[in-house]
């Protein structure tokens, strides 16, 4: 039976509050320390999800009680009060009052995160009765969000916490959320709200398949007709100014944005607004009125995809660029190329040479591609560093061998496609992968940067996506984010199910794991 | 792809409009008359859910235009203005101007809904550029709904509709829902926002399965604590008046309530406010100190159970009161027969008796049982006319055949468990389904009064019922009401993925069929 969740932390009201009374002190300086905790527990972990390396928390209960409200940065933190990223983390996480802060921050506070982002932090809360003190160090927020998961609110209105300190980071860099707007058009609150949920979950990539064959949602600068034709409606279109958006809600909760374009399959919509950008396919060496893939052997096609990759790794800041390639139907390529003037044994060099050379064009543009599995398959010459994802459930353990043993980075999401559903709890089976289980050196091992838990379009839009998504994709969450060792099921289920009460009771519309309720759903 | 969804109907605005001109005009009277169409045309049927059995469209274009507004009720009409139904219903759907609507209803509009209303209706809408008429014979608004589904809005903003004429009736008059309110509490705006998506498909059943093992969240007035120590808390409970305002809402759009009491097995949470009326198991002899079905050996229980019958059935207008008896747990019984004064050969009596005192009892009160098929298979002597509702998938079509040919009326939910869900589009299965497809008379057929959709609540509640019913259980709501003939898929799906953006437009989070969208979908 779920337990009754935590209290929502009344946050509008609360910051009316504070801003009424105009509170915001800069506390004395504390600098970096080690928690020196008095004694040490483990008792209160079952409200943590995903579950910290180090959690040590005393009986001794912290009154974060109505006050005086202290937030502030330590003078010594090399993040000071114009870290937008941290004032902002407080403002969601930290709304309580008699609570003094001082926060140790990486540097690059501001800046957009990246897979070499340090995610490690640590924080230390302790005091009496009168007072609470909270030492942060962290460069993404994470810790707060740990925090935030340890405050109870008791019947009488009060917020308490127990002395605590965690020493924590993640087992993966890469933990992602997979989104499709092409099969199903996802308004931006949608995406907004999948990134809140992110946040709670410790993920930190939202890989964002924003085009395929149904639409092209993308607006593009340089290339305007490709959404103007290839988009579900003009209503069904990400501007600019929407991407923006989605990017600097992600950068405040330490998420990357991945974009993805896949192609040279999956490109129908593409066709609407780009002349002669497909593939005519052939049928006994007539047109047949339909279009295959990308087509490789126009330079018009090169000049085009260099512009819009321009533009793309302009618009998205992140290192990285996913490039698609999977299920290419190459044989509306081969039937082409016989009604061309090349040559019988250019024909796979022409295919070869179209994926490389916009590998080629990412490379240039000091960025790194992210592939799906079929391009390692089908390609002989991946560019060293191209990050290779793996979907294909089947095996997956001996491709993830494969590809690191060819010294490969990459991403795993075989087992973790949330838009396949069945009856009952299917959670566990995501929660008991195993991303490392394969026989690989240390080395190899190593390529494993991380995993992605998939929600594909075509039977999911904003109406069902986030009770499909969560808890689900939780427990690909604390998969990524977790000691290996987290792999008790009974012990998962009672922090997940307060999870999902929190998450709901955060106004993330997350579905039940089983029978039971939450004290706080009426907002659903 | 998912076609554009009709232009939603601005019922807010023009209702602020309305009342702000305070037209409200009693038109002139306009008797029962067949329709006279001038031309007939079926090709605006793609917008209609469920099919009607007759719908005759002229290519006519007739303009529900701004300016002045007619609704009222013809003099003859027996349903006079004070008919609140049909009131309600113009004001849900009529909202458009420059209509004139005329009405006959059926006395008993105001009246609670049962299994013999008249459901047959009727309505013609002609007129010309500069008006539009409105007849309609109807006693449950049914025929509303159909024409509000063949109301387009043009670009312009402008409503029109083709001139038409439909005349209708259900093939079964118990065509239902069952809602499970026990393994997770639904607050009450999510069961009205289910009763609104169950009238734009023609349900007319909210089969409501109040408590069960789990949780009592019914606030019974004899029994207060039933509920206090029952539910899962003090938030989570049904109050009288919440009782009333979803029994009340039912009623305005033509729907009955059918509470569900399931006993003598799933009711642990009864034990919890209930003295002695859970029969104690026994272990070698012992108390084992766990509870099995409702005591049958003791008088006291048929006293509660008396009351608590009697509370319902005063609280819940309807005939039927379903009294379950599925699955239950005989064990218990018979390891605390043993234990009792009674002699071994009174064991089956007990259990029979028990079954049969409680349906003389509902018999008493004047109301009709129904109880799920292991009453019928468990039981010899079960009480004339009582309904049984068969749940088990396997072979049911046999249980169909049985059931009836030993005169017992029959309610059919067992291919439609819509809790149970697969990856894909499993609406086809539950329309595909033939009720009577079974070897039996015609008086046998005549048996089979309906069916019903149920979403059981062990893995749903507020965050996901809505799209995990819509739009699968408008693929029942069609199969219940419309002719046996109506199995064209093709043209099925066309008209759903229409219906289906017409809930979204209205407000109904209903999922989507397959990649596509729908013009108005912001809301979600």
Known sequence: MEQRGLGRLRLPGLLAL???LGVLVVQAALGRRRAQTPRISASRNQNLWPLPVTVRTTPRLLYLSPGNFFFGHSPTSKAGPSCAVLQEAFRR????????????????????????????????????????????????????????????QHSSGTFTANESNIVDSPRFPHRGILIDTSRHFLPIKTILKTLDAMAFNKFNVLHWHIVDDQSF????????????????????VYTPNDVRTVIEYARFRGIRVLPEFDSPGHTASWGKGQKDVLTPCYHSREPSGTFGPINPILNSTYSFLSKLFKEISTVFPDKFIHLGGDEVDFHCWYETLLTTPLHPF??????????????????????????????????????????????????????????????????????????LISYGEDWTGYYLVEPLNFAGTPEQKQLVIGGEACIWGEYVDATNLTPRLWPRASAVGERLWSHQDVTDLEDAYRRLIRHRCRMVGRGIAAQPLLPGYCEHEGRM
């Not at 809360?125 to 925090?147: I, P, Q, Y």
């Not at 290339?223 to 209503?235: A, H, R």
């Open 93 to 152: 996480k930290m709304e309580l009052q008699k609570l003094e802060v001082s926060v140790i921050m990486d540097p690059e506070c501001d800046s957009f995160p990246s897979i070499t982002s340090d995610e490690s932090c640590e924080y230390l809360c302790h005091g009496n009765r009168l007072f609470t003190k909270l030492l942060v160090t962290d460069s993404r927020a994470r810790s707060l969000e740990t925090f935030s998961q340890l405050i109870y």
């Open 346 to 419: 250019l024909k796979p060099l022409a295919l070869e040479v179209g994926v490389e050379v916009v590998l080629d064009m990412i490379s240039a543009m000091k960025k790194t591609s992210i592939v799906w599995q079929e391009v390692f398959d089908d390609e002989g010459k991946l560019t060293p560093g191209t990050v290779v994802q793996v979907w294909k459930k089947r095996n997956f353990h001996m491709k993830l061998r494969k590809i690191t043993a060819a010294g490969f980075p990459v991403i795993i999401s075989a087992p973790w496609y949330l838009d």
């Open 217 to 236: 949602p993308y607006q593009s600068i340089t290339f305007p007709e490709l959404s103007n034709k290839g988009s579900y409606s003009l209503s069904h």
């Open 18 to 20: 504070l801003a009424a």
